[in-house]
């Protein structure tokens, strides 16, 4: 099992930038690639990007690549989402999640899913 405990998040301008944080507990977390995800009131969970298990390799949507930035410190078994430029459309619950990696834009592709953080972006 591993545990996926996020941080982070809450209300900011537009414009802005907010840095969460997805830190894992249990069984190795090394071995995982780790995904980030977004919900919106009434709307299907959208996939934002992933990064490998060594942290060398991400890859990310179309509608959030050169804004959002994956990264991980295996060290201390957490990954990192950093949003910048942030919009009101990027209003959403964000989560984490672990999995080994196939199909990674695809939540059904992940075993171990964080509890949620809310961004909201608005002035």
């Known amino acids: 099992q591993v545990q996926l405990q996020q941080s982070g998040g809450g209300l900011v301008q537009p414009g802005g930038s907010l840095k969460l944080s997805c830190a894992a507990s249990?069984?190795?977390?090394?071995?995982?690639?780790v995904g980030w995800f977004r919900q919106a009131p009434g709307k299907e969970r959208e996939y934002l990007g992933v990064?490998?298990?060594?942290?060398?390799?991400?890859l990310y949507a179309a509608y959030v690549k050169g804004r959002f930035t994956i990264s991980r410190d295996n060290a201390k078994n957490t990954v990192f989402l950093q949003m910048n430029d942030l919009k009101p459309e990027d209003t959403a619950v964000y989560y984490c999640?672990?999995?080994?990696?196939?199909?990674?834009?695809?939540?059904?592709?992940?075993?171990?899913w964080g509890q949620g953080t809310q961004v909201a972006v608005s002035s």
């Open positions: 999640a672990a999995g080994l990696g196939i199909q990674p834009a695809h939540p059904a592709a992940y075993d171990y």
């Open positions: 249990g069984r190795t977390f090394d071995n995982y690639v």
């Open positions: 990064v490998s298990w060594s942290g060398n390799s991400t």
